[in-house]
T-cell receptor, first 111, second 114 residues
Framework: SQQGEEDPQALSIQEGENATMNCSYKTSINNLQWYRQNSGRGLVHLILIRSNEREKHSGRLRVTLDTSKKSSSLLITASRAADTASYFC???????????FGSGTKLNVKP | DTGVSQNPRHKITKRGQNVTFRCDPISEHNRLYWYRQTLGQGPEFLTYFQNEAQLEKSRLLSDRFSAERPKGSFSTLEIQRTEQGDSAMYLC????????????FGEGSRLTVL
């Protein structure tokens, strides 16, 4: 089974609104990453947060990590139609040797 | 462009045929990964190479699947006696020795087994 699971499975918002996606995982991790995938394309890395970090920012992205709850959230502020994509969290168990992806959140940003 | 390159992008084959996919990683990257992704799901780990050594192989990978990275550069993923259940997007990713863990993905090879 997948290590990470995203919630919600689908999210539809208006342009300009904020989008929040959550990821839960099962076992201890070294780091957690978020990726974006446009339909039919490869995945693009967005941001990485290490297990000893609690929050990280990159442009309009904000990621939090709660290792006690084994969960992470991705916040996209002031969303744009171009943010429409699927978003996946990925966790590594053994220091970059194997990455497990969740099933993703499909975000639709309406113009 | 020096990104990860995958070929072919699309492959349609009949059940029982063999198919091979090729991945050319970013040139200085020593780690190479293969993932499989079906519609609506996240990528599933298949196998991982560090240089030419195959260090991890998922139990999802049946004996019909084999991957190689003969010179530690490009990699091939072969599926023998394809089945309809093999229909999926096969994704290749690479990362560097001193990487922070970021994976660089190719655009994928979509397999349709009729």
């Amino acid at each position: 089974s997948q290590q990470g699971e995203e919630d919600p499975q689908a999210l539809s918002i208006q342009e300009g609104e904020n989008a929040t996606m959550n990821c839960s995982y099962k076992t201890s991790i070294n780091n957690l990453q978020w990726y974006r995938q446009n339909s039919g394309r490869g995945l693009v890395h967005l941001i990485l947060i290490r297990s000893n970090e609690r929050e990280k920012h990159s442009g309009r992205l904000r990621v939090t990590l709660d290792t006690s709850k084994k969960s992470s959230s991705l916040l996209i502020t002031a969303s744009r139609a171009a943010d429409t994509a699927s978003y996946f969290c990925a966790t590594d168990l053994y220091n970059f040797n194997k990455f497990y992806f969740g099933s993703g959140t499909k975000l639709n940003v309406k113009p | 462009d020096t990104g990860v390159s995958q070929n072919p992008r699309h492959k349609i084959t009949k059940r029982g045929q063999n198919v091979t996919f090729r991945c050319d990683p970013i040139s200085e990257h020593n780690r190479l990964y293969w993932y499989r992704q079906t519609l609506g799901q996240g990528p599933e780990f298949l196998t991982y190479f560090q240089n030419e050594a195959q260090l991890e192989k998922s139990r999802l990978l049946s004996d019909r699947f084999s991957a190689e990275r003969p010179k530690g550069s490009f990699s091939t993923l072969e599926i023998q006696r394809t089945e309809q259940g093999d229909s999926a997007m096969y994704l290749c990713a690479s990362s560097g020795q001193l990487s922070t863990g970021e994976l660089f993905f190719g655009e994928g090879s979509r397999l349709t087994v009729l």
